[in-house]
């Protein structure tokens, strides 16, 4: 769900992560479970989750913060048909972010489920599939929007953090 929200959030602000870095960011993802699902029970004693939450809550704060930022100084005219692209950085902060929500549910998960490759590998193909429809709708949402949206980018991050640190 966290995938789809920013997803769409940058369609509509129409930054595109490329092939690449939806790649790269469910591989980070899919790693990060992978890596909590084969641990189990062992990493949730090394790890608490209020941490794991905390570090999730920073991260999201910082990159909605700063989309946030950069579009209230923006101050050229927009153009309408200019697509901006996604960097690797920023696609791998919100990977990682993303991908400590999925520590906590791993590790439990590791406890139970028998067939974790396959879970990880159907996570990755579900993430990258999530990722391009939130993207593809965002955009479409942003042709019958004329106003500048690349605003809400930031604020669904922020909205995001709160409800990692909130527990909702």
Known sequence: MDSFVISFAYGISKCKPSLGVVIMMNGVCSLVLGIALIAGGFLGTLIPDWV????????????????????????????????????????FLLALALS??????????????????????????????????????????????RRDLSWISGACLLLLALRTIMGV
């Open 52 to 91: 794991t939450k905390q570090i999730c809550f920073v991260l999201l704060l910082l990159v909605g913060g700063y989309k946030l930022i950069a579009a209230c100084r923006k101050k050229e005219t927009v153009d309408q048909t200019e697509i901006k692209e996604l960097s690797w950085t920023e696609g």
């Open 100 to 145: 400590l929500d999925g520590l906590v549910a791993g590790v439990g998960a590791g406890l139970l489920y028998s067939n974790k490759l396959l879970l990880v590998a159907c996570s990755f193909v579900a993430g990258i599939a999530v990722m391009l429809l939130g993207w593809m709708l965002g955009y479409r949402c942003r042709h019958f929007i």
